[in-house]
T-cell receptor, first 110, second 110 residues
Framework: KQEVTQIPAALSVPEGENLVLNCSFT??????LQWFRQDPGKGLTSLLL?????REQTSGRLNASLDKSSGRSTLYIAASQPGDSATYLC?????????FGPGTRLSVLP | ETGVTQTPRHLVMGMTNKKSLKCEQH?????MYWYKQSAKKPLELMFV???????ENNSVPSRFSPECPNSSHLFLHLHTLQPEDSALYLC?????????FGPGTRLTVL
């Protein structure tokens, strides 16, 4: 059974810092990995999708990497801003099934 | 309307009531999903429909009954719910494995 964990559970940083969020999964037979952000009480916003054949994806200040063999993905956020404050979730996909991690709650302080 | 929409956004119901949640996607996707998000728990996949056919049912109690009349619409019929069913119910759609989420329905069962 696929299990997804995220470290840290919560993170508080001053504005302008670069930071890394971690996602680990137990079964490396995945089709893809997707990173989302969720604002309190809202739906999920897709940030980046990495297919299993890819090593990384970039969008603006965000960079996500994938190492299938070790069961790990990282989300790098450069020059963090208060507007980045949210919960960040990773999800591994295989077939039509998706398993989500518990999320990392990020607070960026002005 | 664009993306994935959900109605109602908030719902309060008694344990003997029958209600339905509605999801509509305007993205031309073939797959649609229902998720449950409870406080302090990871997102739980409930049902998956692919081309209107149910392909996943993750041991969801029968008091939750999904319906997918076409690839653009998904319903979740609720009856005789329990207070522990109170949660944020999220709908998503996907094409080639990238998921897009609606804003969710906040359900409270009294």
């Amino acid at each position: 059974k696929q299990e997804v964990t995220q470290i840290p559970a919560a993170l508080s940083v001053p504005e302008g810092e670069n930071l890394v969020l971690n996602c680990s999964f137990t079964d490396s037979a995945i089709y893809n990995l997707q990173w989302f952000r969720q604002d309190p009480g809202k739906g999920l916003t897709s940030l980046l999708l990495i297919q299993s054949s890819q090593r990384e994806q970039t969008s603006g200040r965000l960079n996500a990497s994938l190492d299938k063999s070790s069961g790990r993905s990282t989300l790098y956020i450069a020059a963090s801003q208060p507007g980045d404050s949210a919960t960040y979730l990773c999800a591994v996909g295989y077939g039509q099934n998706f398993v989500f991690g518990p999320g990392t709650r990020l607070s960026v302080l002005p | 309307e664009t993306g994935v929409t959900q109605t109602p956004r908030h719902l309060v119901m008694g344990m003997t009531n029958k209600k339905s949640l509605k999801c509509e996607q305007h993205l031309g996707h073939n797959a649609m999903y229902w998720y449950k998000q409870s406080a302090k728990k990871p997102l739980e996949l409930m049902f998956v429909y692919n081309f209107k056919e149910q392909t996943e049912n993750n041991s969801v109690p029968s008091r939750f009954s999904p319906e997918c009349p076409n690839s653009s619409h998904l319903f979740l019929h609720l009856h005789t719910l329990q207070p522990e069913d109170s949660a944020l119910y999220l709908c998503a759609s996907s094409q080639v494995n990238e998921q897009f989420f609606g804003p969710g329905t906040r359900l409270t069962v009294l």
